[in-house]
């Protein structure tokens, strides 16, 4: 009897925390979104003013596409480099230990040393990126200045932030894949390229698909790196959709208008997310 009750206990503790920390801020911001609200008078109920207001902003349509294409971008970058660097990782046979804690360490860091890292990477002048590329020969870039380099820099940045979590998580799913399937496949003359076509891939299917949702999930909700490098620019080059939500609610003091952009996303992000819950329950009744 006293285990249960000490389990309770804990239950009890955590649930209370959901509460607080997760469920009431999701609950606050739907009603939030139907309210004008400046948290000193009480709120008015507006209805759906607040979602036609942020829908006639011209930066909303540009804030969706930059989140889509950011979130592209990722996949494209972000997701692919961290499964291949830990296949090569799982190929060595020496210093293993060392490269998983190089390669795990930008996770380390707080996200707003990393990301103000790359500001001076990025540095028209004396830049890192750019020293390099005078090296080679070729004229610098201005970076986060154009219109053309600006999302594809921060989607960089964000794949450096993160990829020790996915390689590691990779790595691990790679060292699961039974060796003797290697071994049949080198027995057929399979090289390394095929080896990874034919036994890599097709035993790693589940977690490279919930991979690739939680990256869709995380990527859409991008706010430290145009919030830190860009500022949303040049010409809402980078705003996002979080980023938006920020502007509309401690720039603009419009708490209903970013509660409607934060209730936006939280509905699209609920789609992915009942798409990854279905494929983490197929994968347990595996």
Same mark, same amino acid.
């Given at each position: 009897m006293g285990r249960n009750v000490t389990a309770y206990g804990f239950l009890c503790? /955590? !649930? &209370?925390?959901?509460?607080?920390? %997760?469920?009431?801020?999701?609950?606050?911001?739907?009603? $939030?979104?139907?309210?004008?609200?400046?948290?000193?008078?009480?709120?008015?109920?507006?209805?759906?003013?607040?979602?036609?207001?942020?829908?006639?902003?011209?930066a909303?349509?540009?804030?969706?596409?930059?989140t889509a294409a950011f979130s592209g971008l990722a996949l494209?970058?972000?997701?692919?480099?961290?499964?291949?660097?830990?296949?090569?990782?799982?190929?060595?046979?020496?210093?293993?230990?060392?490269?998983?804690?190089?390669?795990?360490?930008?996770?380390?860091?707080p996200p707003a040393v990393a990301v103000l890292l790359f500001k001076w990477f990025y540095d028209p002048g004396a830049g890192l990126f750019n020293q390099a590329l005078d090296v080679v020969h070729i004229p610098p870039l201005s970076?986060?200045?154009?219109?053309?380099? /600006? !999302? &594809?820099?921060?989607?960089?940045? %964000?794949?450096?932030?993160?990829?020790?979590?996915?390689? $590691?998580?990779?790595?691990?799913?790679?060292?699961?894949?039974?060796?003797?399937?290697?071994?049949?496949?080198?027995?057929?003359?399979?090289?390394?390229?095929?080896?990874?076509?034919?036994?890599?891939?097709?035993?790693?299917?589940?977690?490279?698909l919930v991979m690739l949702l939680l990256q869709v999930v995380a990527t859409m909700q991008d706010f430290i790196e145009p919030y830190l490098l860009t500022g949303g620019g040049p010409e809402n080059a980078t705003v996002t959709v979080a980023y938006l939500m920020y502007q509309y609610a401690f720039n603009f003091g419009d708490f209903g208008g970013g509660s409607a952009l934060g209730l936006m996303l939280m509905i699209v992000l609920l789609v992915f997310s009942t798409i990854y819950l279905r494929i983490s329950r197929e994968e347990d009744a595996r």
């Open positions: 503790a /955590a !649930l &209370i925390c959901f509460a607080l920390f %997760s469920w009431y801020p999701m609950i606050r911001e739907v009603v $939030l979104s139907f309210q004008q609200n400046n948290f000193v008078d009480p709120g008015t109920w507006v209805g759906f003013d607040n979602f036609r207001t942020v829908i006639a902003d011209p909303f349509r540009a804030a969706w596409l930059n494209v970058i972000g997701y692919a480099v961290p499964f291949v660097l830990a296949v090569v990782l799982n190929e060595l046979k020496h210093a293993k230990a060392y490269l998983r804690f190089v390669v795990y360490l930008p996770v380390m860091l970076w986060l200045d154009s219109t053309s380099t /600006a !999302l &594809i820099s921060l989607v960089i940045v %964000s794949t450096w932030m993160n990829l020790g979590t996915g390689t $590691l998580i990779y790595l691990a799913a790679l060292q699961g894949i039974p060796g003797d399937l290697y071994e049949s496949a080198e027995l057929d003359g399979a090289g390394l390229f095929r080896r990874i076509w034919h036994v890599t891939i097709p035993q790693t299917k589940l977690i490279l």
